[in-house]
């Protein structure tokens, strides 16, 4: 899940875990930039990874945790 905040700071991506949001990545856009809301992200899944990359930014990868659920 993303977690972005207006400007641009603070920005995150999290997993839930019961009611709690556990913060596993933080990451910025140029231009108080909001990727994920904007739809401007690409996310892809690839050998166990989940690369995410967005104009004004470097980009990440992230594992994919096979435990994880959604409601």
Request: aromatic content about 12%.
């Amino acid at each position: 899940m993303a977690v972005e905040r207006f400007g641009g700071v603070g920005n995150f991506v999290g997993v839930r875990e019961g009611v709690q949001m556990v913060k596993v990545r933080e990451y910025w856009a140029d231009d108080f930039g909001m990727p994920f809301s904007t739809g401007t992200a690409s996310v892809q899944a690839s050998g166990g990874e989940i690369g995410i990359s967005y104009p004004g930014g470097p980009g990440f990868g992230l594992p994919i945790l096979e435990t994880a659920s959604c409601p």
